[in-house]
């Protein structure tokens, strides 16, 4: 871990990596020029991005943010509605940086992991000129793994559909409300239980 306690200030950046499967992977950050992060370089947009404030917790929990971009071309429109974006990973590193010689005092790290929940539009118009804002929501992959159903209903329909001559569950309707003291002392012994 870096000993920040020598400095009397820090800023703070912001990296945001999109994969959209079927597009490309967009870079982006807040910072003020390009800057590369293990060999990907980040464009900047400066107060052009945003991003919601979100809990910087010791355990890991379920949250979401929003990833906004504003001041967008209409030129570039289509290509953002015509991208499959819902689903996209999405990666956050958050840098340090001496403000007085704009070096970095580490390595950014990850701060966010998640996937693309949801996708919103917003045009304005400025006289005959118009752009447009995108907001990404994001949410965590603890958030989509804690959402997740596994498993299967346990009923002779189904069973039959996966295993058609399978019968272990032809049963499961006759006992389905019935009761049962499993591990509750025999009352009649049998040779090897208790």
């Known amino acids: ?7 009397t200030h820090l800023g703070s ?4 990596e999109i994969d959209i499967p079927s597009y490309s992977v967009l870079r982006f950050s807040d910072y003020y020029k390009p800057y590369s992060i293990g060999g990907n370089s980040f464009g900047s947009l400066g107060s052009l991005l945003s991003i919601s404030p979100n809990k910087s917790e010791l ?7 929003s990833v906004g971009i504003t001041g967008i ?9 015509d991208a499959n974006i819902k689903g996209s990973t999405v990666i956050i590193y958050r840098g340090f940086y001496n403000p007085t010689t704009e070096v970095f005092v580490a390595t950014p790290t990850k701060k966010f992991e998640g996937l693309v929940n949801n996708v919103g539009f ?9 752009d447009f804002s995108i907001t990404f929501v994001c949410t ?4 989509i793994l804690l959402s997740q159903s596994a498993g299967r209903r346990t009923n002779p329909v189904d069973m039959k559909r996966f295993y058609s001559t399978d019968t272990s569950f032809d049963r499961v309707p006759e006992i389905r409300n019935s009761n049962f003291n499993f591990g509750a002392p025999d009352i009649i012994p049998r040779i090897g239980t208790k």
């Open 13 to 16: 950046a912001l990296f945001v």
């Open 59 to 65: 355990r890991a929990t379920k949250h979401d943010l």
């Open 140 to 143: 965590s992959l603890l958030g």
């Open 122 to 130: 917003q045009e304005s118009f400025t006289g005959d000129k118009s």
């Open 1 to 7: 871990m870096t000993d920040l306690s020598s400095y």
């Open 73 to 81: 071309p209409s030129a570039n429109l289509s290509a953002a509605l």
